[in-house]
């Protein structure tokens, strides 16, 4: 049982000893010195000892510091000078008794340590402003008290909505809650946010105004929230300098256009010291780039793994003979959670963004990220109805689901229908960025036939010549 020391007075100070009635726990005892009779409860519990004086008198307020040895002192005060008078008078008998104070005034207590101001108009006007539309609500009380604790509404048509909460990278925050229409729900890797729906995050807090800015966001972010930096991987012992090149000229045109801030190339087993040379002179003309150079040939699964954790990585861009070489190590670095784009052909040849519905679980999780990919690249969506062997491969619902999207993002939307194979019309459409989920199965080896499999996702990321984004999904 704690000994709690309470000076009070004013119309807060009555309000605070309401509160401090209301649990009745009886875990604490209070010895509690008021001026006014007007902030007395009508019932005073055994654990509740009052004194009627001023405590400015050091006389009177020694009578009850020399009586019972306190653990903790809370003061409110409604005047400053008395405020400082008793802070002065407690401090002549107990240094180191930590002390609670109701601060309007901006009282300077002179660095003790022992002290915790409560700054009235800060706290004033942070109540305010939580009340305004699209301002970030910080938890003031809790924690260390610098607004490590945030709530969050989910917008529609946000980056972050339609997501898996385990798809989501979360570096130095985490999300601990989340209410939906006035409840709260249990958070799951495999819960997936809604648009209204509000998080309760955790973390320093400058990360969270920089998560708070990117979920409010409704286009523009990506690649956000995977990460901030655009990362192209160039093995020069698995693809040729026309290659190489080539991937260069497309990471730098995703550079231009996406929403990054800096492109990071890393070149390994640089065997052709004139490719080498003439890389290094196209990246210097590259604003915002990074060059690093792997001579001690770490290998494709550490340079990734490294890399990630020096850099905020939201997209790995690899030259599909690249992908196709370390398939069976890029399983093992899913957990990365991080987009991979696969590059076939020029990216400024491509028309559209193609969407082959497979699964409509992970199509709704990075349905976003198709309209915030294709937005910022300039491109129209076409999601594909194909209905082979009258098998319903895209839902009423999920099409709905696109259509509202479209809405929301301002962007146009084409559903092309009929019944044919939707890999066959996949592979005439060439001149496209397809985008679909990253799952494991895909990075599994194939031991029959093509045709053997009816998966349109692992068909379609065994193609060749057309470019693909991946996505991180949460599996079932």
Known sequence: MKKVLLILDGPIAKKILQRILEPDTNENTYDIVYLNEQILPQSRPEHFTFYHFDPSSQSKLNLVLDKNIHNFGLIVLDNQDETKDVVKNIRTKHLNLNLCIYDFWGIDFKNDSHITRYDALEALANGMLEKLPNTPVTAQNIGLRQGEIMELSIPFGSSYAYRYIGSIEQKNWKIFGLYRNGQLINTRLNLIIKPNDIILIIGQPQVLMQVYKAIKKTSGQFPMPFGENIYLYLDLYVINAKQAIESLENAKILHLRLKNKKLLIKITRPSNPI???????????????????????????????????????????????????????????????????????????????????????????????????????????????????????????TLEHFINLAKIFNQSLETIKGDKNPIKELKKQGNILQILPLKKQMFKKRFLPRFFYTNQDILSFDLKGINQIFIPVVED
Do not use: W
Request: aromatic residues 8%.
């Open 275 to 397: 490719l080498l040379n003439k890389l290094k002179n196209k990246i210097q003309t590259i604003e915002n780039s990074s060059l690093q150079i792997d001579y001690a040939n770490l290998g494709f699964e550490k340079n990734i793994k490294a890399d990630t954790n020096l850099f905020n990585i939201g997209l790995i861009i690899l030259e599909q003979n690249i992908l196709k070489k370390y398939k069976n190590k890029l399983q093992r670095i899913l957990n990365l959670k991080i987009p991979i784009m696969k590059i076939s052909r020029h990216i400024s040849a491509s028309k559209s963004s193609f969407v082959l519905v497979n699964d409509e679980k992970s199509y709704e999780q990075i349905s976003p990220m198709i309209f915030d990919i294709s937005s910022q690249i300039k491109l129209k969506i076409k999601i594909c109805d194909y209905k082979p062997f009258d098998k319903d491969y895209v839902s009423q619902k």
